[in-house]
T-cell receptor, first 113, second 114 residues
Framework: AQSVTQPDIHITVSEGASLELRCNYS??????LFWYVQSPGQGLQLLLK??????LVQGIKGFEAEFKRSQSSFNLRKPSVHWSDAAEYFC???????????FGAGTRLTVKP | EAQVTQNPRYLITVTGKKLTVTCSQN?????MSWYRQDPGLGLRQIYY???????DKGDVPEGYKVSRKEKRNFPLILESPSPNQTSLYFC?????????????FGPGTRLTVL
């Protein structure tokens, strides 16, 4: 079965600085990859997803992610972080039918003024 | 507004007292699922439903039941809750059973079992 590792439990960045959140997956075939954001007290919101095609995926709120098959990674990036980006971020991987969607443990982002 | 709603949002109960957490979606989605979120473990799927009267186990189904009598509702039932079921629960739905459909999440239900 597929699995996801998010190596960073907690990251702190200054407002305006760039951000990269790491995600590594394990899956034998081409994975379907997702990034979700969870603001405090809220449900999960989809930021972006990758199924096929261009390996650089654009999402909402200025986020992007790059699929690198050779590194089994799907890292999330943002060039300039805003205070409102403080939240928990989850990477997820799924198979074709997506009945077995696996989430990483999450990375909590703190934004310093 | 398209949404997934859950009730209650917060619940404190005692061991063995049956409870139900309701989930409803207004998007006419066929697929619905339940997850629990625990620190350091991310989200783990409890049960899912591909359509009315079709349900199946996820990764962590022990101690839970579900039903899907109507398309819009997918309640989670804890017949005899135990403290290890203290967690944050999320209901989710998507249009159908394929990965290309976006999954929408409810706001969560924080359950404490004493």
């Amino acid at each position: 079965a597929q699995s996801v590792t998010q190596p960073d439990i907690h990251i702190t960045v200054s407002e305006g600085a760039s951000l990269e959140l790491r995600c590594n997956y394990s899956y034998g075939a081409t994975p379907y990859l997702f990034w979700y954001v969870q603001s405090p007290g809220q449900g999960l919101q989809l930021l972006l997803k990758y199924f096929s095609g261009d390996t650089l995926v654009q999402g909402i709120k200025g986020f992007e992610a790059e699929f690198k098959r050779s590194q089994s990674s799907f890292n999330l990036r943002k060039p300039s972080v805003h205070w409102s980006d403080a939240a928990e971020y989850f990477c997820a991987v799924a198979a074709y039918n997506n009945n077995d969607m696996r989430f990483g443990a999450g990375t909590r982002l703190t934004v310093k003024p | 507004e398209a949404q997934v709603t859950q009730n209650p949002r917060y619940l404190i109960t005692v061991t063995g007292k049956k409870l139900t957490v309701t989930c409803s979606q207004n998007m006419n989605h066929e697929y619905m699922s339940w997850y629990r979120q625990d620190p350091g473990l991310g989200l783990r799927q409890i049960y899912y439903s591909m359509n009315v009267e079709v349900t199946d186990k996820g990764d962590v189904p022990e101690g839970y039941k579900v039903s899907r009598k109507e398309k819009r509702n997918f309640p989670l039932i804890l017949e005899s809750p135990s403290p290890n079921q203290t967690s944050l629960y999320f209901c989710a739905s998507r249009l159908a059973g394929t990965s290309t459909d976006t999954q929408y999440f409810g706001p969560g239900t924080r359950l404490t079992v004493l």
